[in-house]
């Protein structure tokens, strides 16, 4: 057994389950997201262009992978750590940080991060989605890849010493590329090895985190150590919701304080509001699925950040959790979706 087994992995080492805390299981402390970008409507390459300013935060919300300087979060250090302080002094406790490899993983600014804040941070292994793939990331095998997961997660990643507690967000798009398969299989046989948590970024589809499952579970993967991510925009129907929730992954809602019209990765989705996206957390606790629920706000452009007028890291603990206790959830369920669940999640087996 590794010596992970029954702590938690932080970038700082190893701590007791119990450090733990409240738990934020989806957010992005320093990344690029160049990859994303979305050409803005014609009669808006100006705003684009344009730096950050109050006059433009609407358009700025309702178009963020439009404007390429909001994708490079990494340049907001200093911002970042102030939002770390208050979301600790808020009673935050703990942070997994699902950068991987593809969008720009910085450990050495995590740790730094760790160390001046408080804040346990739990850094992510492995790949994210196929179009940040390498040519060389490509040409792996299975076995080549699970062997570099795996060393992220014993020894340390990107020539550091800093190791990785949590296996993603693995990316997956829509329909799963070859390469993103091997990434999932070889993901399920390092999860294997290590009894370690995975966390899954599944593609725009309804059908899309049903079938990442199905990919890892073939592969060996143990689904009731695994997250699927982002279902606040995969899947909506409550009846398709609890046919994927007996699939047995955790549930996550990562989304809390994106409220757009136009979702514009895909236009077909109508985005949750942080309200609708309440009712959907106790639907599920109604439905027996307590015990599996994580919330989030996957932060990871800059107008997210209280800096430029966005929530910040303590939306949920200031503003999500007194909505929940006054739409019928109790405490004791609130505890267990920011506690207890990412406990579970994150310690080694």
């Given at each position: 057994?590794?010596?992970?087994?029954?702590?938690?992995?932080?970038?700082?080492?190893?701590?007791?389950?119990?450090?733990?805390?409240?738990?934020?299981?989806?957010?992005?402390?320093?990344?690029?997201?160049?990859?994303?970008?979305?050409?803005?409507?014609?009669?808006?390459?100006?705003?684009?262009?344009?730096?950050?300013?109050?006059?433009?935060?609407?358009?700025?919300?309702?178009?963020?992978?439009?404007?390429?300087?909001?994708?490079?979060?990494?340049q907001e250090i200093e911002a970042v750590?102030?939002?770390?302080?208050?979301?600790?002094?808020?009673?935050?406790?703990?942070?997994?940080?699902?950068?991987?490899?593809?969008?720009?993983?910085?450990?050495?600014?995590?740790?730094?991060?760790?160390?001046?804040?408080?804040?346990?941070?739990?850094?992510?292994?492995?790949?994210?989605?196929?179009?940040?793939?390498?040519?060389?990331?490509?040409?792996?095998?299975?076995?080549?890849?699970?062997?570099?997961?795996?060393?992220?997660?014993?020894?340390?990643?990107?020539?550091?010493?800093?190791?990785?507690?949590?296996?993603?967000?693995?990316?997956?798009?829509?329909?799963?590329?070859e390469s993103e398969k091997k990434v999932?299989?070889?993901?399920?046989?390092?999860?294997?090895?290590?009894?370690?948590?995975?966390?899954?970024?599944?593609?725009?589809?309804?059908?899309?985190?049903?079938?990442?499952?199905?990919?890892?579970?073939?592969?060996?993967?143990?689904?009731?150590?695994?997250?699927?991510?982002?279902?606040?925009?995969?899947?909506?129907?409550?009846?398709?919701?609890?046919?994927?929730?007996?699939?047995?992954?955790?549930?996550?809602?990562?989304?809390?304080?994106?409220?757009?019209?136009?979702?514009?990765?895909?236009?077909?989705?109508?985005?949750?509001?942080?309200?609708?996206?309440?009712?959907?957390?106790?639907?599920?606790?109604?439905?027996?699925?307590?015990?599996?629920?994580?919330?989030?706000?996957?932060?990871?452009?800059?107008?997210?950040?209280?800096?430029?007028?966005?929530?910040?890291?303590?939306?949920?603990?200031?503003?999500?959790?007194?909505?929940?206790?006054?739409?019928?959830?109790?405490?004791?369920?609130?505890?267990?979706?920011?506690?207890?669940?990412?406990?579970?999640?994150?310690?080694?087996?």
């Amino acid at each position: 057994m590794p010596e992970q087994s029954g702590k938690v992995q932080t970038v700082l080492g190893l701590i007791e389950p119990d450090q733990l805390g409240r738990t934020m299981t989806h957010e992005h402390l320093t990344m690029t997201f160049e990859c994303s970008h979305v050409s803005p409507a014609p009669g808006d390459e100006g705003l684009a262009a344009a730096p950050i300013e109050m006059k433009h935060l609407h358009w700025l919300q309702q178009n963020p992978y439009s404007h390429h300087e909001n994708l490079l979060l990494n340049q907001e250090i200093e911002a970042v750590k102030e939002e770390l302080l208050c979301y600790r002094k808020a009673g935050g406790g703990s942070i997994v940080e699902n950068t991987t490899t593809g969008i720009n993983r910085n450990l050495p600014v995590l740790r730094q991060l760790a160390k001046e804040t408080g804040v346990h941070i739990i850094a992510g292994a492995g790949y994210y989605v196929d179009v940040t793939h390498s040519d060389e990331t490509r040409k792996m095998t299975v076995e080549k890849l699970t062997d570099i997961i795996v060393n992220e997660v014993l020894h340390g990643a990107d020539g550091t010493d800093i190791r990785c507690g949590v296996i993603g967000e693995i990316g997956t798009s829509w329909p799963i590329t070859e390469s993103e398969k091997k990434v999932l299989r070889a993901t399920a046989h390092a999860q294997t090895q290590l009894g370690c948590p995975v966390i899954i970024h599944p593609g725009r589809n309804k059908a899309a985190p049903g079938e990442a499952i199905r990919i890892l579970q073939e592969a060996g993967g143990d689904i009731s150590k695994t997250v699927m991510s982002h279902l606040d925009r995969s899947i909506y129907d409550p009846r398709e919701l609890l046919e994927f929730a007996k699939m047995g992954s955790y549930l996550e809602y990562d989304l809390f304080g994106t409220e757009v019209l136009n979702y514009q990765f895909n236009l077909d989705v109508d985005m949750l509001s942080d309200s609708q996206r309440v009712q959907t957390l106790a639907f599920l606790i109604r439905e027996g699925y307590e015990d599996r629920i994580l919330i989030a706000h996957d932060i990871h452009t800059k107008h997210r950040l209280t800096k430029y007028g966005g929530h910040g890291f303590s939306h949920i603990l200031k503003n999500i959790v007194p909505k929940m206790l006054s739409r019928g959830i109790t405490q004791n369920q609130v505890d267990k979706i920011l506690i207890e669940n990412p406990k579970q999640w994150l310690t080694f087996k």
